[in-house]
């Protein structure tokens, strides 16, 4: 499985960003994907994830309401729409996809995309 990020970028406080995760190989069938992020000098912390299956969404109390995971099965993708961005948001966002169902937690993601800077200014 091959993970593609893209969509970052520089946006002022209050803006949005939509970020998309494309995959292939292996397509994600009945697998958890999984946005997380990682701001410098901080550990890398979970964002949102989806089920494949189902599509039930989960997200970290940071972004509730202002981020909306989703996922196209036609096109292997998952995408992340960021409202209301804050400075707090500025971090490299990664696409993962867990092999071990749902988890909140990094080491649960056995497939990486290779991040993607997202930069939010005052």
């Known amino acids: 499985v091959q993970l593609q990020a893209s969509g970052g970028g520089l946006v002022q406080a209050g803006g949005s960003l939509r970020l998309s995760c494309a995959a292939s190989g292996r397509t994600f069938s009945s697998h958890v994907m999984g946005w997380f992020r990682q701001a410098p000098g901080k550990e890398r912390e979970f964002v949102s994830a989806?089920?494949?299956?189902?599509?039930?969404?989960y997200y970290a109390d940071s972004v509730k309401g202002r981020f909306t995971i989703s996922r196209d099965s036609a096109k292997n993708t998952v995408s992340l729409q960021m409202n209301s961005l804050k400075l707090e948001d500025t971090a490299v966002y990664y696409c993962a996809r867990s092999t071990s169902g749902l988890s909140y937690y990094a080491q649960d993601y056995g497939y990486w995309g290779q991040g993607t800077q997202v930069t939010v200014s005052s």
């Open positions: 989806i089920r494949w299956s189902g599509g039930r969404t």
